[in-house]
């Protein structure tokens, strides 16, 4: 059984950096595209960032790129989003995925999914 628990959220203030982690357990990671999404309150959930299985590719929602920045390290099973220049609109909860299949910019993509980190960003 494939789990991910992400963790690494918090408070920030607008133009600080964040790094958030995701450890998948139960397989291999190299096994997955994986993929950040996010829920801001009263929102969709929406893309983020994803990355192909040997992390060879990465992909960035417009809103977040040249911010953010996705990696893996599969020895340790565990995806990172790197969040550079917050700003109060990204405030949300922050989701990993796992999808057996290549990676997606729909959440219907994924097979599997964490519990979700609060990332706040204060003005």
């Known amino acids: 059984q494939v789990q991910l628990v992400e963790s690494g959220g918090g408070l920030v203030q607008a133009g600080d950096s964040l790094r958030v982690s995701c450890a998948l357990s139960?397989?291999?990671?190299?096994?997955?595209?994986m993929a950040w999404f996010r829920r801001a309150p009263g929102k969709e959930r929406e893309f983020v960032a994803a990355i192909s299985g040997s992390g060879g590719n990465t992909y960035y929602a417009d809103s977040v790129k040249g911010r953010f920045t996705i990696s893996r390290d599969n020895a340790k099973n565990t995806v990172y989003l790197d969040m550079n220049s917050l700003k109060p609109e990204d405030t949300a909860v922050y989701y990993c995925?796992?999808?057996?299949?290549?990676?997606?910019?729909?959440?219907?993509?994924?097979?599997?999914w964490g519990q979700g980190t609060q990332v706040t960003v204060s003005s």
């Open positions: 995925a796992a999808a057996r299949g290549s990676y997606g910019y729909s959440p219907w993509n994924y097979d599997y």
């Open positions: 139960g397989r291999t990671l190299s096994t997955y595209a």
